[in-house]
């Protein structure tokens, strides 16, 4: 079982920029390919990227290609995703997780954190 935390979610204009960090504990971490995922309200919860156990491969959704980044600290046992250009379609509950391809593997998610973009 893993434990996930996530942080750095606030509000912020459109345009404007963020950094999340996710910390991940109870597992070998570094083993494991890691992927951001979100929710916006009234909506199921979506895939955003993926990072490879080593971090030499990363996938984004279309929607985000350009503008996030996806990193990882296998020392640290952290997962982030730098958002830049954000827009208000962003707003949503991002949550981190293990992956296989795009699939999230463990059922438990952690709380969350929230991002709220302004137009």
């Known amino acids: 079982q893993v434990h996930l935390v996530e942080s750095g979610g606030g509000l912020v204009q459109a345009g404007g920029s963020l950094r999340l960090s996710c910390a991940a504990s109870?597992?070998?971490?570094?083993?494991?390919?890691m992927g951001w995922f979100r929710q916006a309200p009234g909506k199921e919860r979506e895939f955003v990227a993926r990072i490879s156990w080593s971090g030499g491969s990363t996938y984004y959704t279309d929607s985000v290609k350009g503008r996030f980044t996806i990193s990882r600290d296998n020392a640290r046992n952290q997962v982030y995703l730098q958002m830049n250009s954000l827009k208000p379609e962003d707003t949503a509950v991002y949550y981190c997780?293990?992956?296989?391809?795009?699939?999230?593997?463990?059922?438990?998610w952690g709380q969350g954190t929230q991002v709220t973009v302004s137009s």
């Open positions: 109870g597992r070998t971490f570094s083993s494991y390919s």
């Open positions: 997780n293990e992956v296989v391809g795009s699939v999230p593997v463990w059922g438990d």
